[in-house]
Structures are given as C-alpha cells and as structure tokens.
C-alpha cells in the first residue's frame, strides 16, 4: 500500500514547507512530497531575496496575512538561529498613482496608504525632493513623484525561509520525500491515494501547494483558472557602494514612468549584487518543457530600460539572470480551496511569498478540519464563476 499518513503536503514551496513545519507542530502525522529537492529553482521559491510589506496594496484581506506570516518567520528565526526577515524598509514610488496600477491595481499608492493608516502600520508619504534626499542610491527622478515608505518593510530570503520550515518539520517528526513525482491524485469519500512515480500514499487529506504544477493535479474545474507566467530576475554588480550604505537601502518598487510597464522592483545589495526584476505578462510558460535560462537580450535590455538611468553606482550588465515561473489568477488574487480531501493553495501572482507562512498554516488547519482565523473564502475558485 505505501505510505499511510494524515496529511499530505504535495510541493515543499513557500506555503507547502510552511503547512508542512505547522502540521507537525500540532503532532500530525504528516508526510511532504517534491519532485525536487527543497529549495531548489525549478518552481517560484528562490531568488535569494523577496520583497515584504505589511500595508497591502493588493487588497486589506492580505495584511493579517502578511502579519501573521512576519510573526512566523520571526518564530522560525528564534529557533533556528537563521536570518529570515529583513527589515531594511519597503519604498513604493509613482508618478501617476491614478492612471497606472501595480498587480492589476490602479491607485496603489493610495490602496497601501489606506491600508497602512487602517491597520496603523507605520509609515511615510514622500514627495521627489525627500525621495531624493534620503536614499541617493535612486536617480533620474522626475521631480513629480510620490512615494510611500514603509520602515517595517524589507525582503525576505525565500531559501532559508523554506529551508528552516522543513528542518523544523522534520524535527517535529514530519517525513519528507523528495526526488518523487506525484502522477494522480484520487479523492475516495474517506481517503486521498496520491500516486508517485514510485510507490503510493495514502492520506486522510491532502495540501496541494505545487505552485506552476497546480493545473496539472488540481481538479480541471480549479486548475484552468491559473496560468504560468515567465519572469525573469537579474544580478547587477555594485561598483559604487556609497549610495547604497546601510539603513538607506529599502527594498522598492517603482513606476518611473506614465505607463505600468515603466515599472520594475529591487533590492539592497546581497554579496556585492543589487537584484532587480519586473513583472511581465508575457504569454504561457511551459513548465515541462520551457528553458530556464535568460534569453540573450533580457539583461541588456533590463539595464537600458530601468537600471542605468534610475540605479546608482551598478554595472552596466547583470553578471547572472535567472528564470522564475509563477502561476497567475485572472484577478490576480490568491486561489485556496478546500474540498473533497483535498485543500488546493496557490499563493501566486507575484505576491505571494511575503504571505506564505500564515497561508501555509491556514492549509494546515483546513486540512485538519479546525476554522482559520484568517480571511480566506474570498479566495475560493467560485469568485470566477459569477
């Protein structure tokens, strides 16, 4: 027969790890499952660095998310001795709040602000001249810009982040499998069988959190609402590291110009490299089949566009890029779903790291038949139906 357990968690991501590590805090039997070996590249969950926020843009529902999430990390970080959360601030700049949008979302600015001054989250609007004065690493303002700067913001780092979860897990007397590919799912009225390349699982529920491979094991009724996305990250040397010292470099997005697409975020240097990336809509990604390597022209062309004419002191070519697949709902918003033994998570769309350890402990508790303390019906499948 296999493997019997409670609860299996499908995909060893940012949200598997995360329901995985609380699972086995409450004494479950639970068993983890990836066809890699966590952290790895192949899916969403690596990059060395991932911006976090607590006043969410997206929508109100994310910042107990985004909140709880940091108090977990934080958790982690005491027993692991890891550093996981970075608190170096969060800067969010635009020129035209109104007539441009960030995840699907016109008036950023304004939406974060709001949610900032509900949830008193600390928190400063700065007009160009500030901008300017105070973190000197950005260049070529226009003079009309507005920026909202966060302090309690910074970044993650998505590799220790996982890393720690599942050492913790495991310690707690989580078994995790990798290097297994799980083939099928099948539902029964009191089981789940999850069938690997290998051998069989038996579970009395299961987490799917299998990030770009979600639309090959979610039921096709929740799996054609996500498609895969390509982006791409690069690397840029810092050659002058004066404008960059520390308490002056926040993680930041920034719409440079009129237009969405004049968008792009970074981060502080890590190693000598100042990370840098933007959000594309390009068509669908193969997950299977697609190359994880950079195309020639996306380094030079990220450097034309964004970085030399608004980043100071940085090379004038990445010195790495690196491909990073994610799944996208229509509306951008999350998609959790819970039914027939299985409780299927995507936290996806390009903002959904920062997230990631309150939804992975909200799966946990799904799976286990308690109610999440958290917002999460919003998040159902049936939104696109109506």
């Known amino acids: 027969m296999g493997r019997v ?28 499952i990836d066809r890699f070996a966590p952290p790895h590249d192949r899916g969403s969950s690596h990059g060395e660095s991932r911006i976090t926020r607590q006043a969410i843009g997206e929508g109100e529902a994310y910042v107990p998310l985004v909140l709880r ?11 692991t001795g890891e550093r996981l959360l970075e608190r170096c601030g969060f800067l969010f ?54 920026g909202y700067y966060e302090p309690g913001g910074g970044y993650l780092r998505p590799e220790r982040c996982i890393a720690a979860s599942l050492s913790e897990a495991r310690r707690a007397g989580a078994r995790i499998v990798t290097g297994m590919r799980v083939c099928a799912i099948e539902r029964g009225a009191d089981q789940v069988r999850i069938r690997t390349e290998r051998e069989e699982v038996v ?82 990604f193969d997950i299977e089949q697609a190359s994880r390597e950079a195309d020639f022209d996306e380094g030079p062309a990220m450097a034309a566009r964004h970085v030399t004419r608004h980043l ?50 909200a799966a946990a508790a799904l799976s286990i038949g308690e109610l999440s303390s958290l917002d999460l019906p919003q998040f159902g499948p049936g939104r696109f139906n109506t």
């Open 5 to 32: 357990c409670d609860v299996a968690v499908i995909g060893l991501g940012a949200v598997g790890s995360s329901a995985l590590y609380q699972l086995a805090k409450r004494g479950i039997e639970a068993v983890g």
């Open 69 to 79: 999430s940091n108090a977990i990390w934080e958790e982690l970080e005491s027993v």
């Open 93 to 146: 700049m635009t020129r035209d709040d109104a007539g441009t949008s960030h995840h699907g979302h016109a008036g950023f600015l304004r939406r974060t602000r709001d949610a900032a001054e509900r949830f008193k989250i600390d928190h400063e609007v700065l007009d160009a001249a500030e901008i300017g004065a105070r973190f000197p690493q950005f260049i070529g303002l226009a003079g009309d810009e507005t």
């Open 203 to 284: 579970a009395r529920h299961a987490i799917v959190a299998t990030g770009p491979w979600l639309p090959q094991l979610a039921k096709p009724e929740i799996g054609r609402h996500v498609a895969i996305r390509r982006q791409v990250l690069h690397w840029f040397p810092v050659h002058d590291i004066s404008a960059y010292r520390a308490g002056l470099t926040p993680s930041f997005i920034w719409t440079h110009g009129l237009d969405s697409a004049e968008q792009f975020y970074g981060f502080p240097p890590i190693d000598g490299l100042v990370k840098v990336a933007r959000e594309d809509d390009a068509g669908d």
């Open 312 to 361: 100071a002191g940085l090379a004038a070519l990445p010195s790495k890029s690196a491909v990073c697949p994610y799944a996208v709902t229509p509306d951008t918003d999350f998609l959790i779903s819970s039914e027939e033994g299985a409780t299927v998570v995507s936290a996806c769309s390009g903002h959904g790291f920062k997230h990631a350890a309150a939804v992975g402990e």
